[in-house]
């Protein structure tokens, strides 16, 4: 096919931004800012002198002050008639509400009654309050103006992010980010009291919600990500673990455990399996003994079995049924006899960091990753290099995949928009992961565009909305390109 010439500063516009989108879904959320920025002006103050807040919610507060809000004194009033016991609760449940609530300017819940989080079912008069105080207080306004301070901050979590997704990703051998269909998805909020990591499961998405800290929370963000694929994968085995049960008893006599894997016992397995692979990923087998003592009774069986995994070559969803399958209940009851448990959680300082080193990878997965990483850095000679060696170490189709993906990209930075189309249809017809077919179909919808093949770009570009597993920012940048189209 014959292609019109992309013009340079196009192709490396695009690609600069949908790059940065890509990596671990890391992006802040014009929703919760609203919601934070309402709070704020209404009397949320916690930790408000902190050294650790970021300087843009002082700015805010002292923005919005300067502001006529006629909805401030109702705004007010319903924050004030919802404080609740502690700090870390009221800013709780205003993040629930943010994840569950549509953007602006009308921040409707749109989830059926019985999808709606507990805590947010008595924040039915926050919508108005918020759709009148969006206009008033001039959010859109503020919020295109703060996003070189967001875009900042938000830059130090991508090599921490991506870190933990490869890591998880190789260690548990993922071909994708979880089940399809499912989304993790990370937002950072500079206007909340500093110090915090919350994390929401709702139906198939999985939200982090990260606020200011001295330190990026890579340790936090790297274990969210384990429950985001563990806890399917003990859901579809519950009739399995199930059987094992009984042990809970043991759990009961740990007074430092939080009750609430006392009430859900697959909630605690898969803790317990996290603290092991934890363990495993930085090191630290003396971590093992640590979880056992807190009350994480099964922590231990899985530190056992987990090199026999590492040795064999199913991944974890395959291998996942047998490891808790084999829990022997009567040899653990057994080892749990023995044990004293603490009688007190350990304290644990908000701004905690840890080193983690990443399991080896080999192969062309280790080629792949070292690629990934020199594209970003921009170093496109050495990634092409590597790229193509990926080629010559594996005959995995998504792999294969992966590495004419990065070879496309590299061709568009280096203005060779019908290379790049070459490349990127080789990857298209590999049997790409839904995150590489996402963008790739959305680079040939662009390429189609830029070549005036606009019936090609409108079927590349409802190709990307159709496809199961898709990143949201892949979905997003398709719509606007057929919004585009249709104007």
């Given at each position: 096919?014959?292609?019109?010439?992309?013009?340079?500063?196009?192709?490396?516009?695009?690609?600069?931004?949908?790059?940065?989108?890509?990596?671990?879904?890391?992006?802040?959320?014009?929703?919760?800012?609203?919601?934070?920025?309402?709070i704020n002006a209404a009397g949320y103050d916690a930790d408000v002198k902190s050294p650790d807040n970021h300087p843009l919610r002082d700015w805010m507060r002292a923005e919005l002050a300067k502001r006529k809000i006629a909805s401030l004194p109702a705004l007010k009033e319903f924050f004030q008639n919802h404080r609740r016991r502690t700090e870390t609760e009221e800013l709780s449940q205003y993040i629930s509400f943010a994840l569950t609530a549509s953007g602006p300017p009308s921040f409707t819940i749109n989830r059926r009654d019985v999808e709606i989080p507990p805590d947010v079912t008595v924040l039915t008069e926050l919508p108005s309050l918020l759709e009148a105080f969006y206009q008033e207080a001039g959010i859109e306004e503020l919020w295109h103006r703060v996003q070189p301070a967001i875009d900042q901050y938000i830059a130090r979590y991508h090599t921490p992010v991506v870190d933990a997704v490869f890591s998880v990703n190789a260690y548990l051998r993922q071909q994708t980010s979880g089940f399809k269909g499912r989304h993790f998805q990370i937002f950072i909020e500079l206007q909340a009291a500093p110090n915090q990591i919350q994390t929401r499961s709702y139906a198939n998405e999985y939200f982090v919600v990260i606020t200011p800290s001295p330190e990026p929370r890579a340790f936090d963000v790297r274990h969210a990500y384990l429950h985001y694929l563990l806890d399917p994968l003990a859901t579809r085995s519950q009739e399995i673990i199930t059987r094992k049960k009984p042990l809970l008893d043991q759990a009961h006599r740990a007074r430092a455990l939080p009750e609430a894997y006392k009430e859900d016992f697959l909630l605690l397995v898969t803790e317990c399996m996290i603290k092991a692979v934890e363990a495993r990923l930085d090191h630290k087998p003396e971590a093992v003994q640590q979880a056992l003592l807190q009350g994480y009774i099964l922590t231990p069986y899985f530190a056992e079995q987990l090199p026999f995994f590492e040795k064999q070559e199913q991944n974890m969803l395959l291998y996942y049924p047998d490891l808790v399958g084999a829990i022997d209940n009567y040899k653990e009851n057994l080892r749990l006899d023995k044990i004293t448990f603490n009688t007190e959680s350990p304290t644990r300082a908000h701004t905690e960091t840890h080193e983690v080193d990443p399991p080896v990878l080999t192969g062309a997965s280790r080629t792949l990753d070292d690629a990934e990483k020199l594209y970003v850095k921009r170093d496109l000679e050495k990634a092409k290099s590597l790229f193509l060696k990926s080629l010559q170490q594996t005959d995995l189709k998504p792999q294969q995949a992966a590495a004419y993906y990065g070879l496309g990209r590299i061709a568009l930075l280096q203005k060779d928009p019908e290379g790049a189309e070459k490349l990127l249809l080789k990857a298209k017809d590999l049997e790409p992961d839904p995150f590489v077919k996402g963008w790739t179909l959305v680079y040939l919808g662009k390429l189609s565009l830029a070549a005036g093949d606009r019936p090609a770009a409108v079927k590349y570009f409802n190709d990307v909305l159709k496809l199961e597993g898709v990143t949201d920012k892949a979905r997003d940048e398709a719509s606007k390109s057929l919004q585009g189209l249709k104007q």
């Open positions: 096919m014959n292609r019109l010439v992309l013009p340079a500063i196009l192709a490396v516009a695009f690609v600069a931004r949908a790059d940065q989108a890509e990596p671990g879904q890391l992006d802040a959320s014009p929703t919760l800012f609203t919601v934070m920025a309402a």
